[in-house]
């Protein structure tokens, strides 16, 4: 239990003493978890809400595949955007393997699935709803997906916050396909790992708990202000 | 409302596009090392010395030597610095490497618990005290890995005529995994262990294990580096790459590697120096 105090004194320690280390790797892993939701929810929130509205062949198949890609392996997907980002992959022009690019790939990977099969569920949910008012308008797919989506929006928060959960808490990727490189690579899980295998496990216990917090402060944040918006905004 | 999520977009895009384009502002190479030269805190030490000399980054992927080695092959690496002679040569050999320059060398040491269930204290040959493991079935911590280290070990138990991968999972364990994950498995099962002076000695999780044999010749640890050949890979950043490796045998360099130590002790020796 001792090491779990001395963990949180070390963190303190950490928090408030502003590590120019601990802020650029914090800075890092906000930068490319973010960065991956958002060209995730690019992706993963019209895609969620065409396959709730839009009846095609095989819909219960996609829901399913949807459904069991939100468990999706990060040391997998590492595996398989190293091999294509690798000089000698397909995509290996690029030049991104070992860069944070290579990092967002992977993240967006890992994170569209939850975003798209949270975003179909909630729009689902929705349209039993709306279904008539948007017949009464006599809409076509593409405005009752825009409209659902819109009317949605603070639904959908919680399937954005679980992809950021899933993105900043992974390491299976990022340290694959980053290679976790000091000051370029390095983020708060590969370098728990690095600390971990140092046998310095009081400071990378700390690590954690700064994670965590930073998490909760994410959510947190992210629930006030859906909070505030639709007391205004209904 | 709109206002407020527009805000946030061009925020989280302002993040993205700030990706892009922060890579490019230095040049730089991609060194593909061992965990050993990592971890020992080595490159901390000398690799913002050889910054402030040439205006170059060195972006450390720290793997095991066998990845490491392949890494370099797919031609994702510019430099390669690793300890396994017999894999270095062949990768010379093949024509992936240009030319293998010695550049530090250590030692393995031979770490287990306090108790020595093996009575393998005072012992000086390797190959008897790993026999003497076999024989008690004590429990020994494997990389299983394909590294530098995990080579070195399954070629110590060939010499010692001992098959210890018949016993996978009873006193054998192979942990798959780098030197200080493996380091911390052993503390926690109390077994013997081969490992890197330096990752031992810069470890932070030492537990009930300590030193049980070390100096036989055997356990030499020798580092080589190696320039990937732009032959093969066009994009290579040769001479950068060349630069590096040409300070890492400089006086200069070698000077730095021979004066890191911890806990007062140097860990690594370098090659080049006459004086030694």
Redesign the interface.
Known sequence: MSEVFSAVATAVELVVGLDPDLVEIVALS???S??A???AAMVGLPLGAAVALVKFPGRRGAVILLNAAMGLPPVVVGLIVYLLL????PL?EM?V?????AM?IAQSILVMPIIAALTRQTISDLHEEYDEYLCSLGAGHLQRISTLLWDG?FRLLTGLLAGFGRASAEVGAVIIVG????H?TRVMTTTIA?E???????LALALGIVLIILAASVNAAAVL?GDA?SK??G | MQKCFCVAACFVGMLVFNLGVASDEQPFIVLASTTSTENSGLFDYILPEFTRDSGIQVRVVAVGTGQAIRLASSGDADVLLVHHRPSEDAFVAEGLGVRRYPVMHNDFVLVGPATDPASVIGETDILQAMQAIARSEALFASRGDDSGTHKKELSLWAEAGVAPAADSGTWYRETGSGMGATLNTAVAMGAYVLSDRATWASFGNKGELEIVLEGDARLFNPYGVILVNPKRFAHVRASQGQAFIDWLVSPRGQALIAAYAIDDAPVFFPDTMVDE
């Open positions: 906000l930068k490319v973010l960065s939701v958002l060209i690798s000089r000698s992959g290996g030049g393997l070992f860069t944070p690019t967002v929006r290679g976790n490189i000091n370029v690095l971990t295998s140092k046998g310095n496990l009081n202000i918006a205004r905004y």
